[in-house]
């Protein structure tokens, strides 16, 4: 490592308050070293992975670090600060600062030596030397894992070795053996881990280390697969067999998760892996004895994560709803599209035209269009079941399938629309959840995923639905219709505002997925309300604002944005164009007190215009490619202009300001640094 870190890269009397400040100042230490060649541009990546989750640590340990194309080797500096810096930790300020700089391209072992050095932070004689250490030279030589009697390092380097001798075990599986394997009729209870973060640099290896240290504390046998930066080495099948349960900390999706099927599980974010391992291990040991298995393929998920140990009630929600919208949204598209071309093909009677089984001719575009109608019709018909049955797999796995999508179609049989859907997901994910939790025999586990838990749930949701809640469901939906058919004016108006902040809001997070599927539940139907097409315009026109903005930001102003931003910026017009928001979310994650406002007060006009206009959508998706299909289609494309025209004046303004601040302009005496300075924005909002 001798090469990755130096005195110069060492600030034992870091001044910094902010932990963006403390970035600086050691990034400034790298540019000086020629490691980064554009400050501004590296800091903005390292807001960007800071904004994906805070980087600090329990017992006072900061690492903000990235992957950036603006590094030229890997470094790594460090920076000891009295007062201590909040970097999200939730036992307080860091006052040991460790900034990782990783290129784009960075080679498998200058990352397995950082991902050591993340190993050895879990060290507490390690921390407590470094807050003692005298000089910078000898901190250096501490982390790079130098012998005390030759702090220096050599001219060969030599540093890996060292490295991998203070400890810190191998990044691509390490095993935490007991002394008991001696008595095989005694044998630990074994685990097999799975730690991954969105760079893997640090948080994957750090994960690791602690769920290795509790386990030997514990006199549990601990395996850990790190799903790194570096690559992964996969864990032997033999051990993954032998495995009484597993734990996975995780903040990016675990490769081939189907491995770990059919054992006691417990699935935490990563930093849950750093600062509390001991309660995972007794947690998937508590499963183990209850009898708790995942049951087929559990890895298809996309929201990885749905209700970790510690998390709030409103954090869990919002994750369950999340993964069964996750799943609709492919049904809306494709079904919404299909009919809105039929309409567009054989005109608003196509919905009349007799099923296409009894009357197809190959000649007739009417024949053609009631085709295309009549399958978006049957895609449609699977949004609530969907909804519903995808609801209760983000609460419990693959047996929450089966009730969720009875429980779902029910809700659609009694008319009780999304409403419905949404409470038979979330019931049938409780009642699973509630079955799982009794202690049953060892010798009917493995009927109940297959057999048990589908016929005692669906049994039961079918009844709530079917009996108890489904006509108070049904009645709520029928008067939420009866209102939005009944706006008009100024009400109408507002509403299109309100949906214009939403969608703006978090760029395709929860709030703008509510925003969302409240509009395309109102055109879920074989002939929607004229009331319901208006709000899907709106919503629509809205989500198009933020990255068509930042775009012609980045097109009129380009000195205001980095090189990165610049690139990203060409991208966002056709992400714009296609009505993709996310598009937004890189110039969002790097200055987001500028950028979300003024994309909410664009989608705010946007919608309000569009409403104004009286524009109409059948179609859920598809940005400018589907504007034959508007009603009002240039009046449409005047709302949305005068959205994006907002949000890229507000933008310009406000970075302009922030260009002017006190403080930005070099210092006399800088010489050729200050105009490349001048040329970029901080990151600190």
Same mark, same amino acid.
């Given at each position: ?75 790594? +500096? ?123 640099? %640090? ?16 006199? /549990? ?126 005109? $608003?009677? #196509? ?27 049957? +895609? ?9 049955? $995808? ?10 399938? /089966? ?107 929860? /709030? ?32 198009? /604002? ?30 714009? %164009? ?29 919608? +309000? ?28 494309? #005047? ?13 310009? #303004? ?32």
């Amino acid at each position: 490592m001798s090469d990755m870190i130096t005195a110069d890269l060492v600030d034992l009397d870091l001044s910094a308050d902010t932990k963006e400040a403390a970035a600086r100042a050691l990034a400034e230490r790298m540019v000086a070293l020629g490691r980064v060649t554009d400050l501004d541009g590296f800091l903005a990546d390292v807001a960007a992975r800071e904004a994906q989750m805070p980087t600090g640590l329990d017992g006072g340990i900061g690492i903000p670090h990235c992957r950036s194309e603006h590094v030229t080797e890997p470094t790594l +500096a460090f920076g000891r600060s009295s007062d201590g810096i909040d970097f999200g930790a939730t036992d307080g300020p860091a006052d040991l600062i460790f900034l990782i700089a990783a290129p784009a391209g960075a080679d498998d072992a200058h990352l397995t030596i950082l991902s050591s050095l993340a190993r050895q932070l879990m060290n507490t004689e390690f921390t407590d030397a470094l807050r003692s250490v005298g000089d910078a030279a000898a901190a250096a030589a501490l982390i790079r894992g130098d012998e005390p009697d030759s702090a220096e390092p050599s001219a060969e380097g030599g540093s890996e070795d060292t490295v991998a001798s203070a400890g810190a075990a191998s990044p691509a599986a390490a095993t935490v053996t007991d002394d008991s394997e001696d008595a095989p009729e005694e044998r630990p209870f074994r685990i097999v881990a799975v730690t991954s973060c969105p760079t893997g640099i %640090a948080h994957t290896y750090m994960a690791a280390e602690s769920l290795e240290n509790a386990g030997r504390e514990a006199g /549990v046998e601990v395996t850990v697969e790190t799903q790194g930066s570096a690559g992964f080495t996969r864990l032997d099948p033999e051990i993954i067999a032998a495995a009484d349960g597993v734990i996975f900390a995780h903040d990016v999706s675990v490769r081939e998760k189907d491995r770990f099927a059919g054992k006691p599980t417990v699935d935490v974010g990563v930093k849950a892996g750093i600062n509390r391992p001991a309660e995972l291990i007794a947690e998937v040991r508590e499963k183990a004895a209850r009898g708790e298995v995942t049951s087929g393929s559990p890895g298809a998920t996309p929201v990885e994560r749905t209700g970790d140990s510690g998390e709030g009630y409103g954090t869990k929600l919002r994750k369950w709803l999340m993964s069964g919208v996750s799943y609709m949204v492919p049904f809306v598209a494709a079904g919404g599209l299909l009919i809105a071309l039929g309409f567009a093909i054989g005109g $608003y009677k #196509v919905n009349k035209a007799p099923s296409v089984m009894d009357h197809f001719l190959w000649t007739q575009a009417d024949s053609w269009a009631a085709l295309l109608f009549q399958i978006g019709g049957v +895609a449609f018909g699977f949004l609530v079941p969907v909804l519903a049955g $995808y609801i209760a797999y983000g609460m419990a796995d693959r047996p929450g399938l /089966v009730p969720g999508f009875v429980g779902g179609s029910i809700a659609l049989t009694i008319n009780a629309g999304f409403l419905g859907g949404l409470a038979a997901g979330l019931i049938a994910g409780g009642v699973v959840i509630a079955i799982q939790k009794v202690n049953i025999p060892a010798a009917l586990r493995g009927i109940m995923p297959v057999v048990v838990i589908p016929l005692i749930s669906s049994a039961i949701v079918g009844f709530l639905m079917f009996v108890v809640i489904g006509k108070p469901i049904a009645e709520a939906q029928k008067g939420m219709t009866d209102w939005l058919n009944s706006l008009s004016g100024a009400n109408a108006i507002l509403l299109g505002t309100l949906l214009g902040l939403m969608m703006c809001f978090d760029l395709g997070g929860p /709030v703008n997925k509510v925003a969302y599927t409240f509009a395309t539940a109102g055109i879920a139907v074989s002939d929607p309300s004229d009331s319901a097409m208006k709000i899907m315009a709106a919503v629509m026109a809205a989500g198009m /604002v933020p990255p068509l903005a930042m775009a012609l930001a980045t097109t009129v102003r380009g000195k205001l944005f980095n090189a990165t931003e610049r690139e990203n910026g060409k991208a966002a017009w056709v992400l714009g %164009a296609s009505f993709i928001s996310e598009g937004a979310i890189p110039f969002a994650a790097a200055d987001p007190l500028r950028v979300i406002p003024a994309s909410m007060a664009g989608g705010a006009i946007t919608g +309000a215009l569009s409403m104004a206009f009286g524009a109409t959508l059948r179609a859920p998706h598809g940005g400018i490619f589907v504007v034959p299909l508007i009603g009002n289609p240039l009046l449409y494309l #005047v709302a949305i202009a005068a959205g994006v025209c907002v949000t890229t004046a507000l933008v310009i #303004v406000l970075k302009g300001m922030r260009k002017q601040a006190p403080g930005t302009t070099a210092a006399p005496g800088e010489g050729a640094a200050a105009p490349a300075a001048e040329s970029k924005q901080p990151v600190a909002a």
